[in-house]
């Protein structure tokens, strides 16, 4: 029988995890929520879309640590008290659950297959009609896909996110990621080592039920894949499955011709005038607020222009490192990509080995990075000394940053493959397609959406890993971990130095590069996805 205080420990260690997994779930939940009304929003105006996305985006890309020095002493100073604390920690959380889950979703909207928009529009749907029947349904696999490392982002910063400073004050909360960041100061690794086995068993449990879930959605709510050998039987309930798009998709043109509720027969393009009208109001309502953000920026540089100033000189330092940055950010995102196409196309065609690894892998990414890396450090650093010399802090950095973002791509296209339609599988095995001619000419193009998606989260969380790892002092056993160049590390540097102005100015152009990068990459690559490359809409023509 274990001693009380062991068992006492234990229990500790155990509510903590739960009141930090309680805090995912409830960022996870308003994303959610939301991301529906933001992804309408973008649908219906350019200029909303356009800031919408530059500003997802950038956000995405700024980690958590970023938003600590203006946020957290709103939250703690202005609100004060626990519930203060409470609140910038639940922030905290948002940011690193939301950008993506918010991508997702504007994505699941932006490809809905045009026919069955149109006969929403012959059936004269209204907006909750449209959201509830059509758009939310299609959301639910993208939404399933972008759960897990949603979870999972929102732990690999649970050490930084439960415990932070503003200018000399410490403040921490109830929660394993405290626990964490306390032994890990005080090199009780043993202790460590129970705090994460517990952990662990919390993380796997969250992992299951996500597992289960994303499996319901890809069956209830996406086309007939190969993951989905049964078809349904029965009426096609619009309301509860995007399966019906084929089933309307055929129904379009004899929807222009029925007659509405004793409105006699109305044509499509008539229809369309009409929501034309409707929709203007709400349009100009969203360049509005788009311009109103923009002015609110431009306002911002105004007030604050001798501190900005001050700053400008330091351009081409935070450019070069930037450039650093860019670089590592690629080598990492093009590394993920390989393993995801090779490696996803594999699993799914592999059903005995699919369940295992994705299984691993799961939990693995769901596991905080950060808290099991000092120890990782220490076990490898002589034989990665051995390895890469000079370049060793460069290829533990890299590491830090491909275990923060790879489940980003690579989850977006193992749902993707799984999600291919049963008729797209049957006509490769009949022409005998071989294994880089299925990928050139139907698997790669039928997943751009998918691919758009993943690889836009996995370079702009990217960031995440880096601004870890590229300035980590101590990391273990007085070791430093530490690189020469680097946006995170200049960062890092003036936070540390209290140049709020150098923090600013550097975050801006950051901020800038990101924007552009949205609008000639995201924005862009979905529109041609959206016109080319849905997979779902081929099974129409099959």
């Known amino acids: 029988m274990a001693p009380p205080d062991v068992v006492n420990q234990i229990l500790t260690y155990f509510l903590a995890s739960l009141a930090s997994v309680a805090r995912d779930w409830v960022a996870i939940f308003f994303s959610v929520v939301t991301g529906w009304f933001l992804a309408y929003a973008a649908l219906k105006s350019k200029v909303f879309e356009n800031v919408y996305i530059s500003v997802l985006e950038t956000l995405e890309s700024v980690p958590v640590i970023s938003f600590f020095p203006v946020v957290l002493v709103a939250f703690v100073y202005n609100i004060g008290g626990r519930l203060g604390v409470e609140l910038a920690v639940l922030f905290l959380v948002f940011t690193a659950t939301t950008w993506n889950i918010w991508m997702g979703q504007y994505q699941a909207f932006k490809t809905v297959p045009r026919d069955v928009i149109e006969v929403a529009e012959n059936l004269r749907f209204t907006f909750w009609d449209k959201m509830l029947k059509i758009y939310i349904p299609y959301s639910i696999p993208r939404i399933a896909s972008n759960t897990l490392p949603s979870f999972a982002d929102a732990l690999f910063y649970i050490t930084v996110s ?16 405290t626990i964490v960041a306390g032994l890990t100061a005080q090199g009780d690794y043993v202790d460590l080592g129970i705090a994460l086995a517990v952990l662990a068993v919390v993380v796997v449990v969250n992992v299951f039920a996500i597992t289960k879930f994303a499996d319901y959605a890809v069956s209830r709510y996406g086309f007939e894949t190969e993951a989905v050998k049964v078809a349904r039987r029965g009426r096609v309930r619009f309301g509860l499955t995007v399966r019906a798009g084929a089933t309307l998709s055929k129904a379009t043109k004899v929807a222009r011709l029925v007659p509405l509720r004793g409105r006699g027969y109305a044509m499509l393009e008539e229809e369309g005038e009409e929501g034309k009208k409707f929709e203007i109001p709400t349009k100009v309502t969203y360049s509005l607020l ?67 690894v994705i299984a691993f892998l799961q939990t693995f990414s769901a596991f905080p990075a950060p808290a099991y890396f000092p120890i990782l450090f220490l076990a490898t650093l002589p034989l990665v000394k051995l390895m890469f010399g000079p370049l060793t802090n460069e290829f533990y950095v890299l590491l830090l940053g491909f275990i923060s973002t790879f489940y980003y791509i690579f989850y977006e ?82 936070d540390e130095q209290g140049a709020v102005n150098l923090l600013a100015w550097g975050s801006f152009v950051f901020g800038v590069v990101v924007v552009i990068y949205s609008v000639l990459f995201t924005r862009k690559l979905m529109d041609l996805a959206r016109k080319k490359y849905i997979m779902e809409e081929s099974v129409y023509l099959i």
């Not at 670089?327 to 090779?342: G, K, T, Y």
């Open 162 to 177: 439960e415990v932070f400073s503003v200018g000399n004050t410490q403040f921490s909360v109830f929660g394993i990621g």
């Open 413 to 494: 296209v193992w749902l993707g493959i799984k999600n291919i339609p049963k008729p797209i599988w049957e006509l490769m095995d009949n022409l005998n397609l071989g294994f880089f001619t299925r990928l050139r000419r139907i698997v790669l193009p039928g997943l751009l959406p998918y691919i758009v998606t993943g690889m836009s989260s996995t370079v702009n969380s990217a960031w995440g890993g880096l601004a870890i790892g590229e300035f980590w002092p101590s990391i273990a056993q007085g070791q430093n971990l530490e690189v020469s160049h680097g946006i995170m590390l200049y960062f890092a540097l003036w």
């Open 290 to 356: 788009a311009l109103l953000f923009v002015g609110l920026v431009i306002y911002g540089f105004y007030v604050n222009w001798g501190a900005v100033e001050t700053a400008l000189p330091y351009t081409g330092q935070v450019l070069l490192g930037l450039a650093y940055d860019y670089l590592r950010v690629a080598v990492i995102s093009l590394v993920a990509f390989a393993i995801a196409i090779f490696g996803g196309y594999f699993l799914v065609t592999h059903p005995r080995v699919e369940k295992p």
